[in-house]
């Protein structure tokens, strides 16, 4: 028998499913690919890859990237590093990627002048 909640109809304008569609876990996405036969990218392996590209003509790697073959990540790289504008952010994201960050250090306390430290009591020893 069928249950009766079931047979009330939404109001207009109300989702049957409010919670939509549950995502993709990355795992689920990585198991995906790698069925698919898509290998794992290390860091040398992109590393070569940005030494290549900067070793490379402008019609060569325009030409990579209308190639079909050619991974998606990697057509992303090469059209920003050909965009004046997207230019220096994908070479400071490259910088920071293989370096590491640069550190800044600010001194936002003294205006650069020496520190000297004060005494500093915790607790009277003078007894009135």
């Known amino acids: 028998m069928a249950n009766n909640d079931n047979l009330i109809p939404y109001k207009k304008g109300q989702s049957g ?3 939509g569609r549950p995502r993709k876990s990355f795992a689920s996405i990585n198991l995906e690919l790698e069925a698919k036969g898509v290998k794992r ?3 040398a392996d992109l ?4 030494a290549l590209i900067f070793n ?4 060569d790697l325009k030409e990579l990237a209308k190639d079909a073959n050619t991974p998606y990540a990697l057509k992303i790289i090469i059209l920003e590093l050909n ?3 997207s230019r220096n952010k994908a070479m400071q994201d490259f910088r920071d990627y293989t370096f590491g960050k640069a550190q800044e250090n600010k001194d936002i306390t003294t205006n650069g002048d020496s520190l000297i430290p004060n005494q500093i009591v915790f607790f009277d020893t003078d007894e009135d």
Request: charged share 30%; net charge negative; glycine share 0%.
């Open 83 to 85: 965009n004046s504008k």
């Open 41 to 43: 990218l290390s860091k």
């Open 47 to 50: 590393l070569d890859a940005y």
């Open 17 to 19: 499913n409010p919670n």
């Open 56 to 59: 490379s003509t402008e019609d």
